[in-house]
Nanobody, 128 residues
Framework: QVQLVESGGGWVQPGGSLRLSCAAS????????IGWFRQAPGKEREGISC????????YYADSVKGRFTISTDNAKDTVYLQMNSLKPDDTAVYYC?????????????????????WGQGTLVTVSS
């Protein structure tokens, strides 16, 4: 059974950086894509980045493009989200997720409801 565990959240001042990690355990084919999602208090969940399993293609929401970078380690069992130039609007609980849906659809930043494997989330707070 695949499990995802996020880490790396915390408090940072505006303009600062954090790197989130999403560690995958259990069998998971390299063909699975993994996405990062976030949910701020009182707001809907937002898909912000994804890396495709087949080709390693990366995708970003406009809200984070140019500031966030998604990557994997060589073994492809950890996905990272490097977050730079953080803003107060980036404050949210960040989740990584995947599922069989990605074998067909690849990366879909709007496909959160189709994903069945989610981490527990890690809180990112950006404030002065």
């Amino acid at each position: 059974q695949v499990q995802l565990v996020e880490s790396g959240g915390g408090w940072v001042q505006p303009g600062g950086s954090l790197r989130l990690s999403c560690a995958a355990s259990g069998f998971m084919s390299d063909s699975y894509s993994i996405g990062w999602f976030r949910q701020a208090p009182g707001k809907e969940r937002e898909g912000i980045s994804c890396i495709s399993g087949k080709h390693g293609t990366t995708y970003y929401a406009d809200s984070v493009k140019g500031r966030f970078t998604i990557s994997t380690d060589n073994a492809k069992d950890t996905v990272y989200l490097q977050m730079n130039s953080l803003k107060p609007d980036d404050t949210a609980v960040y989740y990584c997720a995947t599922g069989q849906y990605t074998l067909v659809a690849g990366c879909d930043l709007y496909g959160a409801r189709y994903l069945e494997v989610w981490g527990q989330g890690t809180l990112v707070t950006v404030s002065s």
